[in-house]
């Protein structure tokens, strides 16, 4: 069964920084890409960022380049999200996702709860 | 950057009833890359359909989707309790930026 696990989200000041964590299990982990995707309190879905499975591509969307930083420990079956710089708009639930090779989000973890706030 | 727009906002049936959902793009989404998700409060979203028309694994086939090029629909022939939640299109493949639709809350009227 595939399994995700976000963790490290919590309160932190506007200027601060944070590193989310995600737990991969039931599948082979170096073979997919992953997708960071986040729900801010009563909005919708905004892709954040993606790695391929070699960490050979990255992206980012526009709102987070610059100040996010995607990585992941294929011998650890983790990936990261390291989020500097944050404002009160990163307030969120973040969700890490596998990707197939269409890029297609198939499977999701239950998301770690950021809140930007002084 | 691809935009999706999903209409209606907020769709009011009752449990049997059909629902119709639109998501149109603002340029052609390549290779039908287009997927469906639905999301009940408090959980995280769960894949229904991809590649406009395939079920995911498990979907029962009262939904189904359709469309090609710019216009998409997702189908619910006669909904069930349980799918009282918020669909949101996406769009995915190549593209360096993934999309979502803005969302259609399907609510029991």
Do not use: H
């Not at chain 1, 595939?2 to 590193?19: I, T």
Request: aromatic letters at 12%; proline letters at 4%; a neutral charge.
């Amino acid at each position: 069964e595939v399994q995700l696990v976000e963790s490290g989200g919590g309160l932190v000041q506007p200027g601060g920084s944070l590193r989310l964590s995600c737990a991969a299990s039931g599948f082979t982990f170096s073979s997919y890409s992953m997708n960071w995707v986040r729900q801010a309190p009563g909005k919708g879905l905004e892709w954040v960022s993606y790695i391929s499975s070699s960490s050979s591509t990255i992206y980012y969307a526009d709102s987070v380049k610059g100040r996010f930083t995607i990585s992941r420990d294929n011998a650890k079956n983790s990936l990261y999200l390291q989020m500097n710089s944050l404002r009160d708009e990163d307030t969120a639930v973040y969700y890490c996702a596998r990707a197939d090779y269409t890029r297609l989000a198939d499977y999701w973890g239950q998301g770690t709860l950021v809140t930007v706030s002084s | 950057e691809i935009v999706l727009t999903q209409s209606p906002g907020t769709l009011s049936l009752s449990p049997g009833e059909r629902a119709t959902l639109s998501c149109r793009a603002s340029q052609s989404v390549s290779s039908s890359y287009l997927a469906w998700y639905q999301q009940k409060p408090g959980q995280a979203p769960r894949l229904l359909i991809y590649g406009a028309s395939s079920r995911a694994t498990g979907i029962p086939d009262r939904f189904s989707g359709s469309g090609s090029g710019t216009d998409f629909t997702l189908t619910i022939s006669r909904l069930e309790p349980e799918d009282f939640a918020v669909y949101y299109c996406q769009q995915y493949g190549s593209s360096s930026r993934l999309t979502f639709g803005g969302g259609t809350k399907v609510e029991i009227k």
